[in-house]
């Protein structure tokens, strides 16, 4: 059945410090990926999405870009902030017989520190 | 506009106790979904209903059962609540692939 596999965490970075947060995919069709972003005490935001190949997906400064041939949707942000720190999850959604379906990674948390 | 609504935001059950999680949205949203979240799982899949009248299993659906009262409100029950149920626990709608989230239910079974 289709998954997501994300690193592990946590990851811990200064301000300004490059991220990158690896995430693969398996699935059987041609799914949308997600990434959503939990903040503490929060339920899960989507923070941004692509739905075909090469797509690009961005928002407050995140990016990841879907890549059908190593399989794979990577989240990346040039200079990361204090208030960054949260949970991010990988998730595709693909359709089905009952309509779509939401598979999420694990989760990878982060810290970024002043 | 509140999005999705869940209550209660904590409750602490003993085993063998009862308990529904309430659940709405006001985005007329057709899917609505049951989350569980545990350390290092990520979330897991409960149960979800396609649209008003119908629900479906899940990833882990054993020892719960919904209700799609209508559009807007989705309920989860636990009968007789385990020790394993103790989780946080996110309700979520959605219109195709994007899905919200409530601020979820943390519930502690003893």
């Known amino acids: 059945g289709d998954s997501v596999t994300q690193m592990e965490g946590p990851v811990t970075l200064s301000e300004e410090a490059f991220l990158t947060i690896n995430c693969t995919y398996t699935a059987t069709g041609y799914p949308s990926l997600f990434w959503y972003v939990q903040y503490p005490g929060e339920g899960l935001q989507l923070l941004l999405k692509a739905t075909k190949a090469d797509d690009k997906g961005s928002n407050k400064g995140f990016e990841a870009t879907y890549r059908k041939e190593t399989t794979s949707f990577h989240l990346e942000k040039g200079s990361v902030q204090v208030s960054d720190s949260a949970v991010y999850f990988c998730a595709l959604s693909d359709l089905n017989t009952g309509g779509f379906k939401t598979i999420f990674g694990a989760g990878t948390r982060l810290f970024v520190k002043a | 506009n509140a999005g999705v609504t869940q209550t209660p935001k904590f409750q602490v059950l003993k085993t063998g106790q009862s308990m529904t999680l309430q659940c709405a949205q006001d985005?007329?949203?057709?899917?609505m979904y049951w989350y569980r979240q545990d350390p290092g799982m990520g979330l897991r899949l409960i149960y979800y209903?396609?649209?008003?009248?119908?629900?479906d299993k899940g990833e882990v659906p054993n020892g719960y059962n919904v209700s799609r009262l209508n559009k807007r409100e989705f309920s989860l029950r636990l009968e007789s609540a385990a020790p394993s149920q103790t989780s946080v626990y996110f309700c979520?709608?959605?219109?195709?692939?994007?899905?919200?989230f409530g601020p979820g239910t943390r519930l502690l079974v003893l």
């Open positions: 979520a709608s959605g219109t195709g692939e994007t899905q919200y």
């Open positions: 209903s396609a649209s008003e009248g119908t629900t």
């Open positions: 985005m007329n949203h057709n899917s």
